[in-house]
């Protein structure tokens, strides 16, 4: 079955209140999600969930040509054709668009057999998966975390049993919310949190160390991940897991921090580091060092249900928490592109299910993105 059209569709929304971590206040947030259609006239969908101005041109300019006319049924194949395309930026946009591609390749190639992308992939190892909420965020003015409780509340009663809060305000007072957020939430709900890149070294350290009573399952990307002895020197001295790369897009990047013991829990995103075909072989990478790999998302339903499917095909590692690894991250803001189809909260078991419907799972009519679309594109095949 062939290729027959790449569309482009830039969406996006500006949260309010802004989203607050360690680095910055989100203000707008903009995704890419292609949709590609065989001759057949089923589609397939995939997503950029960073910045995706610039892969959304490489998308449209280097990709059709080695696409469209091509049998949607070998994914694989097609990954290694856009790998040519990425010139220098082997770590960037050029391979967040690769990665959209490919996500889209392997929706389109499950639905052809009328199967999911885990069943594609070899079969799920699990039905369902552990959540954690993704969330909350730090607020600007003078009082960071003081909207933490009433928030960590309204989780609670939303089935989530895991956390991850946004630290990072200043080491001292992320000792003083989440040794209070421990005594909240119990000795049975995994807390982590998310430093986001903010801190130098001796911040983190000295953050970890007031931290240390609320007993966290991972400290999340503490660093800035260019920054490779760092991130060693930080998870040799910290008692608890340094968990991170969401960043990082290369297999090549992977190998150099899973090499440098930079992490005890590895954070690929299908939408930065490959698709379905690049986290395939992070996990294979991250198995032969025995760190457990799951998939880092913070976006659209489309890279959240890719998620999932890669979830389900991942190795089981027990990390502590309520449940072994891998665990599913699910974005727990306002966020209206997420929950496009349906809320993404975890059942009363605190996990999400893995579909076994053709592909990712879900069928979105493109119409259906109107209130939030800036831009959209089509190349078709000639
Ligand atoms: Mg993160």
């Keep these: 079955m062939k290729l027959r059209s790449i569309e482009g569709f830039l969406v996006g929304f500006s949260p309010s209140p802004a989203l607050g971590n360690a680095s910055t206040f989100i203000r707008r947030r903009d995704f890419l999600l292609l949709r590609l259609t065989a001759e057949d006239g089923s589609t ?13 041109g490489h998308a449209r300019a280097k990709l059709p040509p080695l696409l469209l ?51 594609l992939l070899g079969g799920a190892l699990r039905d369902r998966l552990p959540a954690y909420a993704s969330g909350p965020f730090i607020a600007e003015g003078g009082d960071p975390y003081g909207a933490y409780p009433a928030q960590v509340d309204d989780l609670l009663r939303r089935n989530f049993r895991a956390i991850k809060p946004r630290v990072g305000a200043h080491p001292r007072k ?59 020197s ?13 960043a990082l897009g290369s297999l090549a990047a992977f190998r150099d921090v899973l090499a440098a013991g930079c992490y005890a829990v590895l954070q690929p995103d299908l939408c930065v580091c490959g698709g379905f075909s690049g986290f395939r072989r992070v996990a ?32 089981t590692r027990r990390g502590g928490g309520p449940m072994p690894y891998p665990f599913m991250e699910v974005d727990v803001t306002p966020n209206p592109l997420l929950t496009l189809l349906g809320s993404m909260d ?19 009519a493109p119409e259906r993105l109107a209130p939030w679309l800036v831009e959209q594109w089509r190349v078709e095949a000639g």
């Design 174 to 232: 992320d000792g003083t919310v989440m040794r209070a957020m421990r005594k909240q939430a119990g000795d049975d709900v995994a807390l982590m949190v998310d430093i986001n890149q903010g801190y130098t070294v001796g911040a983190a350290l000295e953050s970890i160390r007031h931290m240390e009573e609320a007993d966290l399952l991972w400290v999340e990307e503490p660093l800035q991940p260019e920054d490779i002895a760092g991130c060693r």
């Design 69 to 119: 006319g091509q049998d949607v049924t070998q994914p694989g194949r097609l990954f290694h054709a856009m790998l040519g395309t990425l010139g220098y930026d082997r770590r960037g946009s050029a391979m967040m668009a690769v990665s959209a591609a490919d996500m889209a390749l392997h929706d389109l190639a499950a639905r052809a057999q009328g199967i999911s992308v885990a069943r």
């Design 44 to 56: 397939g969908w995939g997503e950029v969930a960073n910045g995706p101005f610039a892969a959304s």
């Design 346 to 364: 975890p059942r009363a078991d605190g996990t999400v299910a893995v579909p076994d419907a053709p592909g990712l799972g879900f069928d979105l």
């Design 284 to 315: 294979a990478l991250a198995d032969a060092f025995d760190v457990p790999a799951m998939p880092h998302v913070f976006g659209t339903l489309v890279n959240a249900h890719a998620a999932i499917q890669m979830g389900a095909l991942l190795t």
């Design 234 to 246: 930080v998870a040799h001295s910290a008692r608890c897991a340094i968990a991170g790369g969401e």
